[in-house]
C-alpha cells in the first residue's frame, strides 16, 4: 500500500482551542458514573490535540500504513483525553464516548488496541518507551523516516526501565524516537518534587544522551516550532518537557493533589461544564453535544 | 549443527527474525557479524530487551530474546506478561542456564519457578527439550508458530536419540512399560534415561516419557502414563508449585483419572550451587540416586499393594 501520509485534512482546518475545548468537555463528561483519571487527562490534553492536529502524519485512513508516525501513550490513565481528541477527529463515532466504562464498549480506565488509533495498551507505568524504541529501531532497519512519539508522565520518570530504555534508544542513535513528557508537576497523590525529585529533567535527558526542549504544554503557538524542529539534534532521539498544569482548564480543579481522579455526579458534571464553557453554555451538558 | 548456527540459518531465511540480547552472548556469539543491524544487544536491561521485542513485533518482525533464565523470566516477568502476553505478541524467549544449569551461580540464578510463571501466562508456549539436537529441530516450529514461547535453553549433547519429529503439546514416549512411568523434561531426560536402565536392570518395566512441552502440555501422555503403570514419578529441575508436578495434578483433575505419583522437585528450596555432576549427585537427580529414590518408592508400594 502507498499512501501519501498528509496531515489530517480535518485536523488542519480545526481551530485548536475549540477543538481542545471540546475535548475538555468530553472528559469532563467521562468523570462520572464511575469516573475517570480527570487531572492528567486535562494537563495532557492540549498536548495531544496539537500532536494529533499538528505533528503526526497519521490519519483514520492511513492508521495501519507501516509509513504511518506512531503515538504511544505510556501513562495510560490520561486516556480520556485521548479517546476524545480521536472522537473529534473522526477516527471514531463520538457517540461510543457515551459508553465509557460501559461493557458494550472498551473505552475503560486504561488504553487498549480495540479503540481505533490506539497503537498499545498501556496503564503499568514505563512500559512504552521501550515498546517504541522497538518500533522507532525497526523503522531504522527498513529505511524509514515515520517517527514514533512516546508520551510520559512526570511521575512516570521514577520507573528504572524509563531510563534503561534511554540508555539504549541514545545507544542506538534513535532520532526518530520522541519522549513527550507531560510535567503537571503531580504524581498521584502528591507533588514529585516533595516526593522523589526529578528536576532538572532536561539535564537528565541531555546526560542520557537525548536532546531536548522545554514548551509550555497548553500554548500551541509555543508548541508548533519545537515538534516543527524534531529531531533537535541529528542522531539522538529528543525529548520535549511540556510544562503543564494538572486539571488546566477548569480553575477549580487545576493543581489539586485530590483530583487525580474524580467521580462527579451530573449536578458537579453540569456546574464544572458551566465552568468550562462560560454561563449560558448549559446546552452543552447534552452528551455528543459538540464545541466548535 | 549448533543453536547458534541453526539460528543463523534461519535468519538468513526468513528477515523478519532479530535476534536479541541482554548482554548475554555464548550461544550466539558468531551472530552479530552475520546479522548485522538484526542483531540487538540492549545491554544489560531485561525489561527494556522484552518491551523493545514488543515493538518489533508490532512491527512484523519475529524476535527472538536471549537472556539468563532467572532474569528473563522474573526481572521482566511483568514486561513479558503485559506487553507479550496480552497482546499475544510472537516475541520468542530463550533462557539460558535454567534450573541446575545455573550450577554453582548460586539462587539468583537459579531459575526454578520459570516454568510456573511462563505457563501462567495465558498464550505462552513453554519449550524445554531435552538437548540441543532436540531445540534444534524444535526451533523452526516455534518461529513459525504465531504465539509467544518461552524456550529452557540448553546446549548439551543428545540425551536419547529422538525419533519423533518436534510438535507443540506432544510428548515423546522413549520407552514403553508397565511398572514405572517417569515424566521428565529438559536435560533430567538424560539422568531419566539413566534411572531407566537400572530399573529395567532390577526387573522393573519402565515407561520414559519426555514432554517437551509443558504448555500445552500433552495430556494424553500423562493420563495413558498413570493408566499403565503402577507409579508414575514426575521428574524435574523446578520447584514443586507451578511445574510439571503440578500440571500432571491439573490433568488428572481434569480427566478424573487417579493413580500413584510420586513427584520428585525441588520442594520449596534453592539447590546447593556446584559443578552440574555434583549438583545431580548431592540433590539425588543422577541417574542412579533417580533409579534409587524411584525403587524405594515403588519397592513400598509393591508391597503395601
Redesign the interface.
Known sequence: MTVTLEQSSLATVHDLPALALAVRGHIVRMATRGGCFIGASLSCADLLVHLYSRVLRISPETRDD?ERDYLFLSKGHDVPALYATLAELGWFDRGRLADHLSVRDSLYWHPN?NIPGV???SG?L????????????????RGGTNRVFVVLGDGELDE??VW??C??AA??KLDNLIAVVDRNELQANVRTEELVPLEPIPAKFEAFGWACHTVDGHDFSAMEPVFDSLPFTAGRPSAVVARTVRGKGLPSLERRADRWFADFNADEVAELLRELHGEGAAELVTEGTVVR | MSYGEALQTLAFQRDDLIVMTAENRAPIRGLPSSLG??F?D??I?E??L????????????T?VAHALAAFLTMRAF??IR??VG??RLPVKLVGYVPGFLSEANGPTHQAVEDVALMRGIPGMRVVCPADEAELVAALPVILDDPSPCYVRYTSLPPAVRHSEPFAFGKAEVLADGDGVAILTYGFLVREAEAARVRLEEQGISVRLVNLRTLAPVDEEAIVESVRCARLTVTVEDHFGTGGLASIAAEVLLRHRVTGRVYPIHLGGRWFKPALLPTVLDHEGFSGPRLAARILSQFREIRDHD
Open positions: 507501516p488496541r497503537e498499545f495498551h503499568s514505563g512500559h512504552l518507551l521501550s515498546v517504541g524504541l522497538g518500533v522507532a529501531l525497526d523503522i531504522k532497519l528504572g526501565s534503561e530504555a540508555l539504549v545507544a542506538y | 543491524p538484526r540487538v540492549v545491554g536491561c525489561q527494556t522484552i518491551g523493545a521485542a514488543a515493538g518489533l513485533a508490532l512491527r512484523g518482525r524476535p511483568e514486561f503485559t506487553d496480552i497482546a
